[in-house]
């Protein structure tokens, strides 16, 4: 069972940057890949990018390549969140999932099988 706790998030000005962090508890994340996800009002839950934990390799939704950076700290049993850039339509709630990593990415929540509970991100223009 794996517990995640996201922080990090607050109230930015556009043009702003902000660092999520998403603390995992149970158990050593080597063989997972941790996802990160936002959600907008009235809006659908939406894949940032995700890690592979083992080795680090990431990938991003095209509309966040560029901006947002995904990293993990081993020792620390985190991953992080860089976000800069940030503008108005960043404003959602921030989650990270974690699955196993089978050496595909995976863009969709119903994929993931253990979730934070989310870090509210506003930008305000």
């Known amino acids: 069972q794996v517990q995640l706790v996201e922080s990090g998030g607050g109230l930015v000005q556009a043009g702003g940057s902000l660092r999520l962090s998403c603390a995992a508890s149970g158990g050593p994340l080597s063989r997972h890949q941790v996802g990160w996800f936002r959600q907008a009002p009235g809006k659908e839950r939406e894949f940032v990018g995700v890690i592979s934990w083992n080795s680090g390799r990431t990938d991003y939704a095209d509309s966040m390549k560029g901006r947002f950076t995904i990293s993990r700290d081993d020792a620390k049993n985190t991953a992080y969140l860089q976000m800069s850039r940030l503008e108005p339509d960043d404003t959602a709630v921030y989650y990270c999932?974690?699955?196993?990593?089978?050496?595909?990415?995976?863009?969709?929540?119903?994929?993931?099988?253990?979730w934070g509970q989310g870090t509210q991100v506003t930008v305000s223009s």
């Open positions: 999932a974690v699955r196993l990593y089978d050496g595909y990415y995976y863009p969709y929540p119903r994929q993931y099988d253990w």
